[in-house]
């Protein structure tokens, strides 16, 4: 997902449609065919849909998109029903104006301005359709459901505005809230002794969306047996562990991976998280219905403030987690090099500065802030002693990534990290290859706009989270990041990047049909460019052995467990 950087010390967390009407004038051979603008509903409308559960009434916004927000597709995991699979939500009668966002999930650790505002609120199972054609005729829409990015302990599906996706691509978007942090992924043996599906709380969330997609998405136009589920960041995460979960099967077609991918924590490792968040919040150590129930009679406020600090992730709060139901009991590697997977196409890559985002978050929480240092530099190379590293790493660090190299510190920590990062994603990209259509991309743009303030000596360039506007327009990050509006050039590559996420949402293929511009991932014939390089004015390819010079990944491959 990203490394956070602490100066002095290295914290590490480890049948097809074979034509795309899409926006008209996409360069470089992504659509394939115009006409495809969304269909005006009627002025007089009440865009009324009835799901499952019952009518809703959106609205038509300003892209000619119908919007529905704010529809609740489960019962409030609160009281007796927190820390439980979630229940799909009860029916109603009387028609609900979906016109605002549910509110976001609790959250305490807002890194820095890009999630927020921090909230103590646990009733925030809610997700947000945007329809480019309620009625499209003989062919239902393919539907994207986007899962937002945020350690899995922050974040929110507010800012993601999915019109641009759903207009120029003809796609339906479906954006969701998840549980979060201590609430979303927490296992304690108490409450995992009970008997029902534990930990991962925040999967089976997504788990119930996709469910409620298959039961309701043919209302709002959509094809249900056509979904492509992604996500940026721990979304990423999160998506390629529904392509792992066998209780995922079924719910989608294609797969995003939009920037890192990470192995869950053993079960024995998360638990002791959860035994000390236990004790902490004076409920105990053991194993027993008491101290399940007194966990679930915790306000939420008291889970809030044990939930860390804006700054800060507390030491009780877990990511995925192997729990054996929803995940299996093995990593991520080894399942997908056995083949057991759910087999679907899948997209994915990284920025070309991933680091960048850790690095803007230390610097953005200094007073007062200041530029990194040789120093800083000097205690990164030295994370890697021999406890934990081939003796001679330190040395090996070094000599690949000089200080004198980089205009600054900060870009040699930059390189240091994008680079274990990106070449780790690489490594599952070639197993997944060998079985599955996937499609590789690295996102250059070195001008992209930047949420952070400007702060001394730091250059953002094409840091992890910088490429989410060019698919959400308007996206800033939570409430202090900056917005920015993208200028021309920025503009065009957005254009190119929404053809082809919604190119791949309709066919499995980000060109719609043949193997150009975007070439199929090909590491079996590492000179033959096939990974596709998203930058401006111009996009372009670079072959597997380019990308592994350019990041060093024969060495990040010779000291990881990968």
């Not at 850790?358 to 205690?379: C, H, K, M, Q, W």
Request: hydrophobic fraction near 40%; glycine fraction near 10%; charged fraction near 15%.
């Amino acid at each position: 997902m990203f490394k956070l950087f602490h100066r002095g010390r290295n914290a590490q967390s480890r049948g097809q449609r074979a034509k795309f009407f899409g926006y008209a004038g996409i360069a470089l051979g992504f659509a394939m065919a115009a006409g495809g603008l969304p269909i005006e509903a009627n002025a007089t409308s009440p865009y009324l849909v009835q799901t499952k559960q019952g009518p809703v009434q959106g609205f038509l916004g300003n892209s000619g998109v119908v919007e529905f927000l704010g529809i609740p597709y489960a019962v409030p995991p609160v009281g007796n029903l927190r820390w439980m699979p979630p229940k799909a939500h009860a029916s109603w009668t009387k028609v609900l104006k979906a016109t605002a966002a549910g509110p976001i999930c609790l959250q305490a650790t807002t890194l820095g301005p890009f999630a927020g505002p921090a909230n103590a609120n646990e009733d925030c199972l809610y997700l947000n359709v945007y329809t480019p054609d309620l009625n499209p005729g003989k062919e239902p829409l393919p539907v994207i459901v986007w899962i937002h990015g945020g350690a899995n302990l922050d974040g929110g599906s507010t800012d993601y505005d999915g019109t641009k996706l759903a207009a120029q691509g003809r796609v339906i978007v479906v954006t969701i809230n998840y549980r979060l942090g201590l609430l979303g992924f927490m296992a304690n043996p108490a409450i995992d002794a009970e008997g029902h599906p534990f930990a991962n709380y925040g999967l089976m969330d997504q788990q119930l969306a996709l469910k409620w997609v298959q039961r309701n998405i043919a209302a709002f136009g959509g094809d249900k047996n056509n979904v492509t589920v992604g996500g940026q960041s721990a979304g990423s995460v999160d998506a390629e562990s529904h392509v792992i979960s066998p209780l995922s099967a079924g719910l989608f077609q294609h797969a995003i991976f939009q920037s890192v991918l990470l192995e869950p924590s053993p079960l024995s490792t998360a638990e002791a998280k959860g035994v000390a968040f236990s004790v902490a919040a004076g409920c105990g150590s053991g194993a027993t219905p008491s101290v399940a129930k007194c966990l679930r009679r915790l306000s939420a406020q008291q889970i809030f403030d044990l939930s860390g600090t804006a700054s800060t992730a507390a030491p009780y709060e877990s990511n995925i987690i192997q729990d054996g139901q929803v995940l299996p009991s093995a990593t991520f590697t080894s399942l997908i090099a056995a083949g057991k997977f759910n087999h679907v196409p899948i997209m994915g890559g990284t920025t070309e500065d991933e680091q960048n985002f850790s690095l803007g978050i230390t610097e953005y929480f200094e007073n007062p802030r200041v530029p990194f240092s040789a120093t800083d530099y000097d205690n990164k190379i030295n994370s890697f002693g021999a406890a934990n590293y081939p003796p001679g790493t330190q040395a090996k660090v070094k000599a690949l990534y000089p200080l004198g190299a980089y205009a600054s510190p900060q870009l040699a920590l930059d390189a240091i990290g994008t680079d274990s990062t990106a070449c780790a994603q690489r490594y599952s990209h070639i197993l997944y290859s060998s079985q599955v259509p996937l499609y590789y991309y690295e996102f250059d743009d070195e001008t992209a706009p930047s949420y952070f303030p400007v702060m001394p000596g730091f250059q953002p360039l094409a840091y992890h989270t910088a490429d989410i506007p060019y698919l959400f327009p308007g996206w800033h990050g939570g409430p202090q990041g900056i917005p920015h509006s993208l200028n021309a050039g920025q503009e065009k590559l957005s254009d190119e990047l929404v053809a082809a996420w919604t190119n791949f949402a309709w066919t499995g293929n980000p060109n719609g049909q043949g193997n150009a511009p975007w070439p199929l991932y090909t590491p079996n014939k590492p000179n033959v460019p096939s990974i596709f390089a998203e930058t401006r004015p111009n996009l372009t390819t670079m072959s597997d052995a380019q990308f592994n010079a350019k990041h060093h990944c024969n060495f990040w491959a010779s000291i990881s467990t990968y």
